[in-house]
């Protein structure tokens, strides 16, 4: 028997200890090897660094084949949704991040409808998860929910925008919105200060509601107290992105190069990339509860409301389920046959239609 076995027998012994402060670890371990699901949406008129700051969080590109369209593509062209998949893998932590970007979004002169396709996609994933809820194998559900939205506001504006005002309106009960001040580095500190007091009183003007970070329990360490209060404080996030390695006080950093001097993306003086990074890595449970607890069970109380067909949920034994399926199976085989018969039939008459025709 290992060290650490008689260690575990030993402590289990002892007066007044049960073992119940091993949960989380079992909790942990488990999360771990399954891994964990995030779908992120980035919503902003084109050409604010959306695509290049997705890219800078995760150290991976996401858009590996992308056509930027011309001002004439921009004109007639539509909200569309791509949605990016891909595993990242950090010291043996899986995360399967889904990225969701929004090409064609405010870039029309009529933007009236372009934000009924993005609560279309955020339904039918909620429509999605729900079926599958109610479904035979609810063990294996993906979670397909939009978790978080970084809506991206311009820093060429006095504030904000009709359309982001209207958009946030639109979506503040579906999904967490986080606001995102893009291309930082074009503004001063003061401009920024001031932008960012602007935006947020436009929010609460208008009775919008962004994600807000949760508060703190008395028995958190102080340190990460202090980590919260900032992160609460620099809200809208005001970012800049870039994948470019530059050599700055001689070191290697990721950053834009300028003719005054270079601004580094990882650097808290120089913009607040570090502290958005920050809040959704340590706050992405948080992200995934809210979207679970509140957006999904708006969602399914308005389906309730309306009187809309929801599958039940089956109560069946294993043995009922797997002959189910089997019977499922056995029907998919039997229309694939007809249909290739039919298939069959119609190449034979048409040999038969050529073979009459006249040389």
């Not at 909200?79 to 995360?95: D, F, P, Q």
């Not at 359309?163 to 309106?169: A, S, V």
């Not at 002959?323 to 229309?335: A, G, N």
Request: proline letters at 4%; aromatic letters at 8%.
């Amino acid at each position: 028997m290992s060290s650490e076995s008689v260690k575990t027998f030993a402590s289990l012994e002892t007066p007044g200890y049960v073992g119940f402060a091993n949960l989380p670890n079992q909790v942990h371990r488990k999360s771990v090897k399954k891994g964990f699901e995030f779908t992120l949406m980035v919503v902003g008129e084109s050409g604010l660094g959306k695509s290049t700051l997705v890219n800078s969080l995760f150290l991976t590109d996401l858009y590996p084949n992308r056509k930027i369209p011309d001002a004439i593509d921009k004109t007639y062209k539509t909200v569309g949704l791509e949605a990016s998949t891909v595993e990242i893998e950090e010291r043996g932590v899986k995360l399967r991040l889904t990225v969701v970007d929004t090409p064609g979004f405010g870039d029309a002169i009529n933007n009236t409808d372009s934000f009924k396709a993005i609560i279309q996609y955020i339904d039918d994933q909620f429509e999605r998860f729900l079926r599958d809820e109610s479904g035979l194998n609810r063990r294996n559900i993906l979670d397909n929910r939009v978790h978080c939205c970084f809506y991206f506001i311009s820093p060429f504006g006095h504030g904000m925008k009709p359309l982001d005002i209207e958009f946030m309106k639109q979506l503040h009960n579906k999904v967490n919105i986080v606001p995102v001040i893009a291309k930082a580095d074009v503004l001063t500190k003061k401009e920024i200060q001031k932008l960012k007091k602007r935006i947020m009183e436009e929010i609460e003007a208008n009775g919008i509601k962004i994600y807000g970070l949760p508060d703190c329990d008395s028995d958190e360490d102080e340190d990460y107290k202090e980590q919260v209060r900032q992160l609460k404080e620099a809200v809208p996030f005001a970012v800049c992105g870039s994948n470019t390695l530059l050599e700055a006080r001689g070191k290697k950093v990721r950053g834009r190069l300028y003719p005054w001097g270079v601004v580094e993306v990882e650097n808290p003086e120089h913009c607040d990339f570090i502290k958005l990074r920050s809040m959704l890595i340590t706050h992405m449970q948080d992200l995934q509860e809210v979207t679970q607890e509140v957006h999904y069970e708006n969602y399914r109380s308005e389906r309730l409301a309306k009187g809309a067909p929801v599958p039940k949920r089956t109560t069946s034994l294993p043995d009922q389920d797997k002959s189910q399926t089997q019977h499922e199976k056995d029907r998919i085989l039997q229309e694939k046959e007809a249909e290739l018969r039919r298939m069959q039939d119609m190449l034979a008459k048409m040999q038969a239609q050529m073979q009459q025709q006249p040389q």
